[in-house]
């Protein structure tokens, strides 16, 4: 089934450690998002891609990095995690950037203690 | 700045109808879409709106007034498999999406 699959599911790690947060589509989508997703919040853009080989930052981005070597892969990483990173993870793409619709991956639960 | 507003949660009864709604404030505007999200699942587009007016789809229909920043999503015929969050999104100029927190509809037999 063509989509977008997320790794890990859910996670519980330490403060100061190290993470990455895996995303991986099928449809040959140009561009990539990565959003968190908090209580009494929108969807807040952390970092996106509009195409292999670029990243842009989005309304949220301290703390995170992301890469996009190939068109399929897009994973973020929190190079020291704090408890305010505590958060549901959404990665998701589209076609290209601008009036796209969006298809999300499942999530990935973060717990930083 | 730009702000989206929608109901923190709304009940309705199985087979009524209910309106959503959502106003906007974003630098510029090149559409509003509406998602649905089941607890502990991922959104999943419902519609997109760029013109004003109705856009109906099935039991679902949206509504847009550009000169009213105002949007609304309409369900008919109520399920119990309609209990979700609703998320209204605007695109602003820059095709940057700015999402509202969500409105939680709770569906009662």
């Known amino acids: 089934i063509a989509g977008i699959t997320q790794a890990p599911t859910s996670q519980i790690l330490a403060a100061g450690r190290r993470m990455t947060l895996r995303c991986t589509q099928d449809?040959?989508?140009?561009?990539m998002y990565w959003y968190r997703q908090d209580l009494g919040l929108g969807l807040r853009l952390i970092h996106y891609?509009?195409?292999?080989?670029?990243?842009g930052k989005g309304e949220v981005p301290d703390g995170y990095s992301v890469s996009r070597a190939n068109t399929d892969d897009f994973p973020l990483t929190l190079a020291s995690a704090v408890p305010s990173q505590t958060s549901v993870y959404f990665c998701?793409?589209?076609?290209?950037?601008?009036?796209?619709?969006?298809?999300f991956g499942a999530g990935s639960r973060l717990t930083v203690l | 700045g730009q702000n989206i507003d929608q109901p923190t949660e709304m009940t309705a009864t199985e087979g009524a109808i209910v309106q959503i709604n959502c106003t906007y404030q974003t630098s510029g505007f090149n559409g509003l879409f509406w998602y649905q999200q089941h607890a502990g699942e991922a959104p999943t587009f419902l519609s997109y709106n760029v013109l004003d007016g109705l856009e109906e789809k099935g039991r679902f229909s949206s509504f847009l007034s550009r000169s009213k920043g105002y949007s609304y999503l309409l369900l008919k015929e109520l399920q119990m498999k309609d209990s979700a969050s609703y998320l209204c999104?605007?695109?602003?100029?820059?095709?940057?999406?700015?999402w509202g927190a969500g409105t939680k509809l709770i569906i009662k037999p």
């Open positions: 449809m040959r989508h140009n561009a």
């Open positions: 999104a605007g695109l602003n100029s820059n095709y940057q999406l700015i």
């Open positions: 891609s509009n195409t292999a080989g670029t990243t």
């Open positions: 998701a793409s589209s076609d290209s950037l601008g009036a796209n619709v969006l298809t």
